[in-house]
């Protein structure tokens, strides 16, 4: 059965709404415990040759790799949202990395996507570049920073980010930036860790005029795929959305994407806003 996404009518703005669908939502869930090949649908790549991984309550988000094109459960639920959007396979997406599973593949299905990543030094850019000249994509990782894109005003029709906006030490320059380069209408549809009992937004970490971070609390650094770790400034909870809209946006809602027979057994949070 092919479940469709209106996204219109999906999604929570705000936390009292996800508390009053919470059971609902979370009873939706495949129970965890189960290991092994699911069949389904990949929403990245369109292929149908199923899934690998385990079905642990927090396990899914980073696993549950496509057997055809390796993409994770996180990067297939923003393609099934992309898909969502209608959008065409001329539409002129951004995804904020290049060197990735994801990148590979939606470049397939929509040939004007724009990948980039936040690369500070040559060598690293060129590990990147090498990464992707091994998966026979002939050009230069090109480099960008979220709060600054070189891209025109309203030149995209959706933008892709994908656990980025917590490494952004004002996430909201962001926001802000990713509403000029989408068109009326354009979509932003991104990844952040995000705390689902948390009413508000927690600040863990800021940068100093002269380039200092300073922790607020317990330091907090996610795995870079190169090695390294980049420091984490925001737990983002429900205050997200508003944040959004207050950056530039018509609409913000964050969406629960679960579903079995798209290799996404467990609930994973995106944020989708309208342009
Ligand atoms: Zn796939």
């Not at 292929?47 to 988000?61: D, K």
């Not at 390796?70 to 001329?90: K, Y």
Request: glycine share 10%; hydrophobic share 45%; with cysteine.
């Amino acid at each position: 059965m092919v479940r469709t996404i209106a996204l219109e009518r999906s999604g929570w703005a705000q936390h009292a709404a996800w508390q009053e669908a919470a059971p609902q939502a979370f009873a939706a869930d495949v129970e965890p415990g189960s290991e092994g090949r699911i069949d389904g649908r990949c929403d990245a790549c369109g292929a149908t040759r199923g899934f690998h991984g385990f079905v642990r309550p927090a396990g899914t988000r980073e696993g549950m790799q496509c057997l055809a094109c390796g993409c994770m459960a996180r990067q297939r639920a923003v393609a099934r949202l992309l898909a969502a959007t209608g959008l065409d396979t001329r539409a002129r997406v951004y995804l904020t990395e290049q060197a990735s599973l994801l990148y590979l593949a939606l470049r397939r299905r929509f040939p004007a996507l724009i990948g980039s990543e936040y690369v500070n030094g040559w060598l690293r850019r060129l590990r990147l570049t090498v990464w992707l000249w091994r998966q026979r994509v002939y050009c230069r990782v090109r480099r960008e920073d979220v709060t600054r894109l070189g891209v025109a005003n309203g030149a995209l029709d959706a933008a892709l980010s994908l656990d980025v906006l917590e490494h952004v030490p004002d996430a909201d320059a962001a926001f802000h930036e990713l509403a000029r380069v989408l068109r009326p209408g354009g979509y932003l549809i991104a990844t952040v860790p995000f705390y689902q009992d948390a009413p508000d937004s927690e600040r863990i970490a800021s940068l100093e005029p002269e380039g200092t971070v300073i922790h607020h609390g317990a330091p907090e650094f996610h795995g870079d795929p190169l090695g390294g770790g980049v420091v984490c400034f925001h737990h983002f909870g429900w205050d997200l959305p508003a944040r959004v809209v207050e950056a530039g946006f018509l609409q913000a809602k964050m969406h629960y994407v679960q579903d079995a027979t798209r290799g996404l057994p467990r609930g994973i949070w995106v944020l989708v806003a309208r342009r």
